[in-house]
């Protein structure tokens, strides 16, 4: 006959001695640890901490080498469309006085207008990753070739990019250019003017005075452009800022970037004022440069170096 504690116990199951339950008991009324002390839970922590944090770090690693790539390319694509640009105006040239075949002209359009196309794909995705520069010269081969919405956006994000007062410049430039070209006159010219304004004023908004060849350059290129981007359609404001654009580079001494300004401006006493022979300026007496460089404060300034220039494609003055 069995022994009646083994006939209730469940077949396998594990009898606690006293001191075993006395252990358990102790166990349930001390309090936890504390969980910095809690040894194993710390190194758990942290070794989740440093795979998190070496996850973000290659992820951003890996997103700025796609960055730097995309930069790269972007550099290469503008550098290709300023060769063509260039190719096309030395052959326009050496053949002037004559027609081009057809077939000629059609295949270096449709060079320039992939490789503005790969330009603007790879400007868009960077965003305010590219520079000032870069997103300006795009937006003005996309101007060339009638593609004013896209350049609208690159220009609006290099004027948000802008590092210097010749950036800053350069986009409000543009941007009025747009405005007053592309949009209809009773929305555009306020827009334009409000954009020009701004770029006269631009050593209000930067501390040029230190710097007052730059400051008078981007005053004068403001000025004649914006002179230039309105004479379609007030051939008096047009006029006037004209005017003004002799006022502030008088005393500027004598530098290509100078010279082209004033070049420019004297052509269009024949012309008229960005072109429109019914917009002829009143007077450029003023526009001869003077001999010696004005006595200025700071370091001489070459605006080549800080202010993009502005080319043809787009049909910007100056």
Not at 102 to 112: H, K, Q, R, W
Request: with cysteine; aromatic share 6%; charged share 20%.
């Amino acid at each position: 006959m069995g022994d009646a504690t083994s006939d209730s116990e469940p077949s396998g199951a594990t009898v606690l001695a006293p001191e075993d339950w006395v252990r358990l008991r102790e166990l349930a009324r001390r309090p936890p640890d504390r969980w910095w002390r809690n040894y194993p839970l710390m190194v758990s922590v942290a070794a989740f901490a440093l795979s998190l944090l070496t996850s973000v770090v290659s992820a951003y690693i890996g997103y700025r080498r796609g960055v730097h790539d995309q930069q790269e390319q972007l550099a290469a694509a503008i550098r290709t469309i300023q060769k063509l640009d260039l190719q096309e105006t030395e052959l326009s040239e050496s053949n002037s006085g004559k027609t081009l075949p057809y077939e000629v002209i059609s295949l270096m359009n449709a060079e320039i207008n992939s490789a503005l196309k790969d330009a603007r794909d790879l400007a868009l995705r960077l965003g305010s990753d590219a520079n000032t520069a870069e997103l300006v010269t795009v937006a003005q081969g996309l101007v060339g070739v009638d593609d004013p919405q896209d350049a609208r956006r690159l220009l609006t994000i290099g004027l948000q990019v802008a590092q210097n007062p010749a950036d800053r410049s350069v986009a409000l430039r543009n941007l009025g250019y747009l405005d007053a070209r592309f949009l209809p006159p009773a929305l555009g010219l306020p827009r334009a003017n409000a954009r020009y304004r701004q770029a006269v004023a631009i050593d209000t908004a930067y501390d040029l005075r230190q710097s007052p060849y730059l400051a008078g350059y981007l005053k004068t290129i403001a000025a004649f452009e914006w002179a230039a981007a309105i004479a379609p359609y007030d051939c008096t404001d047009a006029r006037r800022h004209f005017a003004s654009g002799i006022v502030y580079q008088r005393g500027m001494p004598p530098s290509p970037d100078m010279a082209r300004l004033r070049s420019t401006a004297l052509a269009w006493k024949t012309s008229g004022i960005g072109g429109v022979a019914t917009c002829r300026p009143t007077s450029t007496s003023g526009l001869t440069p003077p001999s010696q460089p004005a006595a200025a404060a700071g370091r001489p300034f070459s605006p080549a170096i800080l202010a993009p220039a502005v080319p043809s494609r787009a049909g910007n003055p100056g």
